[in-house]
């Protein structure tokens, strides 16, 4: 018996590792894939899932939170619904499975089932490091999702969507994304739920901007009031790109979203925005770390939260700005509109700057909803709840505004916005 | 139609008194001027009489149309037909103008149990009072007085009072920050409101306003109180003599 073995697996832990056992046979990889995923279940089995004493998950304790996994269900059916902003090409993922039927010209993609079956997977399903529980249960149990290539120099009028519907069970996708030099585009991954049914969901996307390639991404993240979600995001960003991202939580009981970037090209600039809307008693949780690594790259980020009932958020935001990389220029703010008594946001921005010749700043302030603001629309007649409701959806709202260059897009996200306060607030 | 009787009023938060047994009356069709040194109460009798929470009435009562309104909030005085005209206008970021003017006028239509505006007929009259009014088209794509100037902002107040068509409008200091053109631009728009079933309180510092827009009546107000009302001739003695005598006399 190996001392591991001593620690007591939680229901959680145990019905991971059983979805795994069960579909042994059924995952696809080659033998390299197969291994590393024996690898991976294997540590997730000895190590278990991470506790608060794991520092980057000090503020989301796993192992309590997550309280039951629902089984994987093979005949899960979800749906297709309509895009998000009208007039999208739709890339589907339903309870795992790729439907490929509307490519755009410029685009192409295959579903990254086969690339695991030929191996050519297996480096992209390294984990990030000793504390990535979420590339470790994505990588022991992915199924599908999309490997997608932009050709260099493509543009895109309108949106792309990849909907990643779940029904219930679970579903573990990846989506590998490489944006040619020069490519312009904006994609909305689209996380929902179909039903009320518990869902478990991981994803981890890996994008990769070429020199120049100008990008709104957007992570719309809608599951259902019984569902984990586990998302990961990794960027990789070259000379000059740019890339706009922006993570919406209006969903969910339990949910991580890493991000984790580097700007590794001179001139490569990241906006990342976040809003996270959090409501009952879900638990949000947004972790971001970019390091700058060579000289004249920028980024602000921006994180607005509105918190009720009972709701807990997180942010941690950590900036690295390596040795050489000087004239970085990074600010980080993280803004929460705490709307209950019970309900909790914690923020912790955090900078590790090694150059000397840089500009850096980060800031977390908690606010209520502004009297004289709230005073100045009763007066106008307009009822308190929703007078109310307008001051916190202008909280949020400035953020979206942001990409008012694309009005059909900054619409449906207002819907989407005004669609959850209508429901919670 | 405003019947104020021996008022107290104190700040909320601390408990300091600020209006101390205040008595006016105005009456449908009535224009009232209330003038009086920096920091007597004005303000604060307007924020009062539009049901702003941060003051608590301790004394006393008023009486809009014959009924209490102490018990009613802000909204709903709102939707009964009080107005105020801010001193210091708010500014909302990312709430837009246009769709606070639409659920203002639309929640206010509400409440009276009348049918909603169509979008058509909200947009002719935004269109026809904003041009009333001199106020260009790109302002009203702002956010809610952001960016606004100092004198743009009390156009945009007087625009919101022509919308909406309140009974009792109460104009604290609208004439300050204003250039005489703009000055005239929005007397003309107090004075197309007036009317036989409309009253109006208009705070002022200055004559210059009530040469415009000309008062029934005239009250001081010092340290929460009025101590003294009279007609027009009020308002010119006090420009040539300033609140001295007055204040001795009632001392
Ligand atoms: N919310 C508040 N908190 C603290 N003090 C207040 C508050 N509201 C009013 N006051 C005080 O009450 C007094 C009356 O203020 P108010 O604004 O009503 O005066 P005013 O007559 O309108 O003056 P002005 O002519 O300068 O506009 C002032 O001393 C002011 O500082
Ligand atoms: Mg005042």
Redesign the interface.
Known sequence: MNMQQAIKMTAAETALVDAYTAQIGDLPGDGAVLSLRDTLVHELKTAGLPTRRVESWHYTDLRTLLRAVPSADPSAFADRVDPIVPGSSVLSVRNGQADLKSLPEGVTARSYTESLLDGSAVAGLAVLGSDDAIGRINGGLVGGGLEIALAEGAEFEAPLEIQIAQSHGQAHTRFPVSFGAGSKATVIERHLSTNGDASFVSSVTDLTLAEGADVIWIILQQQGPADTHLGQIRFDLGKDAKLHLVVINAGGKLVRQELHGKASGEGADLTLRGINLLGGDSHTDVTFTLSHDVPHTTSTEIIRNVVFDRAKGVFQGKILVAKDAQKTDAKMSCNTLLLSDEGDFSAKPELEIFADDVQCGHGATVIDIDHTQLFYLLSRGIPENKARAMLVNAFVAEIVEELEADEALVEALEGVISAWLAKHA | MLEIKNLHARIAEDGTEIIRGLDLTVKAGEVAAIMGPNGSGKSTLS?IL?????YEVTEGDILYNGESILEL???E???KGI??A?QY??E????ATMQ?LK??MN??RK?RGEDELTTPEFMRRVKEAAAELKIAPEMLRR??NVGFSGGEKKRAEIL?MAL?EPKLCILDETDSGLDIDALKVVADGVNALRSPDRAVVVITHYQRLLDYIIPDTVHVLYKGQVIKSGDKALAHELEANGYADIIEAAA
């Not at chain 2, 539009?50 to 941060?54: A, I, L, M, Q, Y």
């Not at chain 2, 909302?92 to 709430?95: A, E, K, L, S, Y």
Request: aromatic share 16%; charged share 20%; glycine share 6%.
């Open positions: 924020y539009s049901g702003r929470e941060d909030d802000a909204s005085r709102a939707a107005f105020l801010f206008p708010v909302i970021p990312g709430v606070f659920v203002a929640e206010q409440y956010p809610v919101q909406l």
